[in-house]
């Protein structure tokens, strides 16, 4: 048996409702619960049974409903949860729905995502002394907490719709431009995500609406060590990558989909504009203008006069 704070809206719609249509037929209110428990695995009291159909108590008072139809806005949201966002509960009653990531742009693009959705939401920037500094924006919303926790399908539903938004939300996400520059040049986009499922259905909606072919790749398996900051740790999951390898089709990408971020998006066109060049003069002066870091290229500082 669930409890009624376990339920959506939808269904706590159609247990009042429910609650109503029998108190009609002069059935008693313990009656009425047991039947609810019945029907739809709830646990409800005599009480709460009797004030719903008195018209005492309206549950939707404390919850704030916003549109779950498909929208872009929606997409979008579905595409970063599926990636860098998370969800939690809060001992206090508030579902978060939040974003943390380096590059600015991203972040206030999420942000406007749920304003879009009617949610209220802080921004700010967190130092912190065990890993990058970083921008954050979260709202609390138990009906959109509990839509994307719920069934993947219906997630997938709305990423079908609007598949754009859908990637640049989960490319934004995990999503990175991957730049070959030595012995030959070469410009890729990768997608990096221990989820088979999400990236099979990456795969389909990048061939299907933007006619993107990809390859997806196993990196690494569950186990492997990796360091992180010094410290060694294990993979939990099996790690894929899913690459645009075409040329044409990473042009594509670029000029359909693309990323929020400045720093991917300048990154990537840069290379993509360089490869039309003969390979030996796009390798100089792509190192004229980036250098080799940590995490791949990152541009040079403009030298001061």
Not at 5 to 34: F, G, T, W
Not at 57 to 80: A, D, M, R
Not at 210 to 220: A, K, V, W
Not at 285 to 297: A, L, P, T
Request: aromatic share 10%; charged share 30%.
């Amino acid at each position: 048996m669930r409890s009624l704070k376990e339920l959506n809206i939808e269904e706590l719609h159609r247990v009042i409702q429910r609650a109503k249509e029998l108190r009609d037929q002069n059935i008693s209110y313990s009656r009425i619960a047991s039947i609810l428990g019945e029907e739809f695995k709830v646990r409800v009291s005599k009480p709460t049974v009797m004030r719903w159909c008195k018209g005492l108590h309206n549950p939707f008072n404390k919850t704030k409903e916003i549109p779950l139809e498909p929208s872009p806005s929606l997409s979008y949201v579905i595409g970063v949860f599926l990636g860098d966002g998370s969800t939690t509960k809060l001992k206090n009653g508030r579902y978060i729905i939040k974003l943390k990531a380096i590059d600015r742009e991203f972040v206030e693009r999420f942000r406007n995502a749920l304003g879009n959705l009617c949610i209220k939401t802080t921004f700010g920037f967190e130092h912190d002394s065990t890993r990058v500094d970083r921008w954050y924006a979260e709202g609390s919303n138990k009906t959109l907490f509990q839509f994307l926790n719920g069934p993947r399908e219906q997630l997938f539903k709305v990423a079908r719709e609007y598949p754009r938004e859908f990637l640049q939300g989960l490319f934004d996400s995990e999503g990175f431009p991957v730049i070959s520059a030595k012995n030959r040049f070469q410009v890729r986009v990768a997608l990096a995500n221990s989820d088979l499922e999400l990236l099979n259905t990456t795969k389909r909606l990048l061939l299907e609406k933007f006619g993107i072919s990809t390859r997806l790749i196993q990196t690494h398996k569950k186990g492997t060590p990796i360091v992180i900051r010094g410290v060694e740790y294990k993979y939990n999951v099996n790690m894929y990558l899913l690459w645009i390898y075409r040329l044409g089709h990473v042009w594509r990408f670029a000029k359909e989909i693309g990323f929020t971020s400045s720093r991917k998006q300048e990154k990537l066109e840069d290379a993509l504009h360089l490869s039309e060049m003969p390979t030996e003069e796009a390798i100089r002066i792509w190192h004229q203008n980036y250098m080799k870091g940590s995490r791949g290229y990152i541009k040079r500082p403009l030298k001061q006069h």
